[in-house]
């Protein structure tokens, strides 16, 4: 990467996120007050460990602005109908019993087991070249995911691929035309759960029928609502293992004695995916909306503010999978699928020439790798 990329600071927490080396200007945003108003990005900012946490925290401080439970862009589509019901991107108490069936059941996987499998899946698409690593590390939690929930192994390629053209409504950035590709996604991926969803019975240990015994016990009975929370399940793997996938790359190319170490010492390998989830986080920006003023730290933030949640300026290890009620379910699932590939790929990674960039976006920083001198 050029050295200008390095000297030059970004502008905002927008552009820190496809930023070379943006660390410093997150350690200023840490030093400085906790929650601040941007006058350029007419907005709230909240920065280091206090302001993340108070902001994520606080009651009235909601994912979704209010009265505006889905993006007016999607408002009457699939990919709206999907996020309508999505636990991550609501609050309230009509999604707080769909979160606890799915925090339950996510935290009732078997990691042992589950390192085993990817170890295997991972061990037969070593990544020879960057392009394959690019499809490697967004494919492969997605094969793992797909996995969990009991989908044959023919049909990953397709559910993976319909994924990576959903998750495209979820990003501001996205064209009309990827917009399109994601409404066509979401029929996709909606009929196959439909299907799997009427084999849940045949799927003992399936991630799939734990959801769905887990559901009837507690009477969550909106097949509507299970069905778009499954497809936020291969959602939210998309963008956030593939970023915690890729930042772990990069901090091995930048610290290859790490590698050696690793390689003597396998347990420490999920410390490195720790400090990654701390210092690189796969979402660096999440954003809440004021529902009433709220006093944080004092400072009154009057309602229908828009707050900017930088999580890589928080320094505290669950920045990256958010914090307390936020927090996310799937971190250890995550993580585990991560340490997995890097320890199948380790030999390979060290000998294979990379640079790197960042896909475009204004939260997730997920590399983009290309054949050639380390960066």
């Known amino acids: ?122 061990g037969d698409r070593v990544p020879g070249r960057a392009a394959r690593l690019n499809d490697a590390i967004v494919e492969l939690p997605l094969f793992a995911m797909a996995d969990l929930l009991g989908f044959a192994p023919a049909q990953w390629p397709a559910l993976a691929a319909w994924t990576r053209d959903f998750v495209a409504c979820l990003s501001p950035l996205s064209n009309g035309e990827q917009l399109a590709g994601a409404q066509d996604a979401a029929y996709a991926l909606l009929r196959g759960f439909s299907v799997l969803l009427r084999e849940a019975e045949a799927l003992p240990g ?61 347990g420490r390998w999920p410390a490195l995916l720790r400090d990654v989830s701390l210092r690189d986080p796969s979402i660096h920006n999440t954003r809440r909306y004021t529902a009433e003023d709220v006093q944080l730290h004092g400072v009154r933030i009057p309602a229908g503010q828009m707050i900017i949640v930088v999580l890589a300026s928080a320094g505290h290890a669950e920045s990256g999978f958010g914090h307390g009620r936020h927090a996310c379910p799937g971190q250890s699932i995550a993580q585990t699928i991560a340490t997995a590939c890097l320890q199948a790929w380790a030999d390979s990674l060290q000998d294979l020439p990379l640079a790197w960039s960042y896909l475009p976006s204004l939260n997730a920083r997920i590399p983009v790798f290309m054949q050639g001198a380390s960066a």
Not at 13 to 38: E, I, K
């Open 1 to 122: 990467m050029p050295l200008a990329d390095f000297l030059i600071d970004p502008a905002d927490p927008f552009s820190a996120v496809t930023h070379a080396a943006p660390y410093d200007y997150y350690r200023r945003l840490a030093d400085g007050p906790p929650l601040r108003f941007d006058a350029s990005l007419d907005c709230w900012l909240a920065t280091g460990a206090v302001g993340v946490q108070a902001v994520l925290a606080h009651p009235a401080c909601r994912v979704r602005p209010p009265g505006l439970a889905v993006p007016l862009n999607l408002a009457g589509t699939p990919c709206g109908a999907i996020f309508a019901e999505l636990v991550r991107m609501n609050d309230g108490e009509r999604h707080a019993v769909p979160k606890q069936v799915l925090a339950r059941a996510l935290g009732r996987v078997d990691l042992a087991r589950l390192h085993g499998r990817v170890m295997q899946l991972a």
């Open 206 to 266: 399936s991630l799939l029928h734990d959801i769905v015994a887990g559901a009837d016990a507690v009477g969550w009975q909106a097949s509507g609502g299970v069905l778009a929370n499954l497809v936020g399940l291969l959602s939210q793997t998309c963008d956030a293992t593939a970023g915690l996938l890729g930042n772990a790359v990069v901090a091995l190319r930048a610290q290859p004695e790490l590698s050696t170490q690793l390689r003597a010492a396998p």
